[in-house]
């Protein structure tokens, strides 16, 4: 389905050529997620989403003009996490202030962190702090305020644990007692779930206590505003069938998406079927289907709500089972009180937004944020998420699908007035595409702060590489594909001294191998040309691989397959080093000035094409360079992206380059990675 590209509008074939070429918005919003506020970034953050998201940024900066591209992200603030993490830190000491200050302080030490390794954000806010957090508010009661107009949300009531000694409703892990599954001995039953996984409903929780005081909590009932979800079966099945044409949506999203649009069922194993005989005439109509290469078989229901009474009975018996994915009603509010503020909506006041949903409107909150501090009217936000010449682009995680994929997409349909489409005409807001890697491992493991084997916190791995070695590094993994495991020497226990590290082998083709290309023609130009590049044309064959490697290029930015990139950008840079050593070999030995004249031309060719490809991936080393060649910032328009360095000189017959010092290193190795490894 991937390689279906007869309904794509943008290019026809899968040759790559000049006239057809895959076309980008006029305008794009770029979004890397919004990492929680309880702690600094660890390397998942930065190397599964930020990397992509920021090298995306400034590829469509150079590809569409700096000025129509817009990336934010920032602190998810909200949520019982946070509360919870901040509540047990001031109570042992460790922590003195706010809860805001709490917060505040892991902002800050996010945003370090995302400016070590040059993610080029133009806003990185705080849904709870200052500027940003006001116009979140805003934008926060409008948006609900629409859905509730626009018919979209409906009240549900549930029983929640309420600790009447602290006055506060209790959330999933703020309670403990006894799994009430018949034959179950886990003592660590939470709220609606077992550590052994048995799920129920919180009332029958054995001998529940708050984990706050300790007291035996009581039920109160809740009333919540829901999004309506399941009425968007139909909608989000277009959604999906339109975006399986898509060569620019991974095959996963849809994927994923999709398995939210079944019918409800609930899966029981094949062992317990007498059990499931005993009590079936209690459950609501429901068909069965039993496929014998499964270990389960299944029961589905007319509705939702019939589903639900139904896993109500069967957990009151005792009898064992799994949900199958389907759309529920999503909920927007709840009544934890660190949160933005909900409308009040008919009798329902003093209600907080869930962080989720709110976080999923936050970048549009940030774009606001970030066009009043330039100055330019809020309203203009509408130019980047309302219109058919802008695109969003979304990074995120494969696990967090569900919630960009599912409930935001669905969202956006229904902020219309008036019939809702699966395709929002311009002026609605639009639905952004969905850029989901897949998990990237630690030490073949998935990460997990609470695991056995910590993952490192990125801010710590640059004390043993640079950001460009892993900005590098983290492009080339394939993430887009499936999952990949990060495997640093430093950390890795089982590395052998003699062993490679394989973090520094994308890094270390441009510190060996670009750096010596480079450095070889600024000294030539030194030496045999006053220090100057001479200007002319390059060979046909130069300007026309390098042409075509610049189409490639552009076919995987367009795709987001960064792994294909980092190979289009392999050759180019091992090519300009070969065609290097082979054209001044033969000047030298034929001591010919005109010979070393060409060779200059050629290879300064293949240096400016690669620099330009590996600007948004590499931002420091080609900066570097570009003041070295002294050229303006046009130098990295696609404006002139099939232009050599003659059409930079603007008519000179040789062009001043800056002297270039002995051993001077355009792309940088980490300090610890010094010794011994110059000499090689
Ligand atoms: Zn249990």
Known sequence: MENDNKNNNNYKSNKPSKDNRPSFPKRAVITGGMPYGNKQLHFG???GVFVFADTYARFLRDRIGKDNVI????TDCYGSPIAESYRKLKESGEFDGTIEDFVRKNHESQEKTLRDYDISLDLFGASALDEPAKIHNVVSDKFIRRLYENGQLEKITTSQFYDEKAGV?????????????LGCQSEKGYADECDLGHQYMPSSLIDPKSTLTGETP????????????TEYTKLLGEYVDRIKKMPNVRSLVSKTIGEFLEPPVVHIKKELREDYEKIKDLLAHHTLTDDPKKPSFTICFDTLDERDAATEIMAHHGLRFRTGKTLVPFRLTGNIEWGVKAPDLEDEKGLTVWVWPESLWAPISFTCAYLKSKGIDMEHYKDYWCSKDSQVYQFIGSDNIYFYGVAEMAMFMALKKGEITSDPEDGEMQLP?????NHILFLDKKASSSGSIKPPMAA???NYYTAEQLRMHWLGLGLGTRSVSFQPKPYNPDAKPEDNDPVVKEGFLLSNVFNRAIRSCFYYAQKYFDG??????PDADVIAECEKAILEYERYMYKFEFHQVTYVLDSLVRKSSKVWSKLSREADAADDNELRKKTLINVFH????AALLLHPLAPEGTEMLREYLGFGEDFWSWDHVFEGMDYFCKGESEHQLKFLEPRVDFFKKHPSQLAGSEEN
């Open 218 to 229: 009581v039920m109160r009932d809740v009333v919540n505003w829901y999004f309506r979800l």
């Open 606 to 609: 293949y240096i400016r094409t």
């Open 460 to 462: 710590d791995l640059l």
């Open 433 to 437: 595409i969905l850029v989901a890697n």
């Open 45 to 47: 953050h930065v190397g």
């Open 169 to 181: 409703f209790l959330n999933g892990r703020q309670v403990i007692g006894k799994c009430p599954v």
């Open 532 to 537: 100057k590049m001479p200007v002319g044309t």
């Open 71 to 74: 990336f934010v992200s920032g």
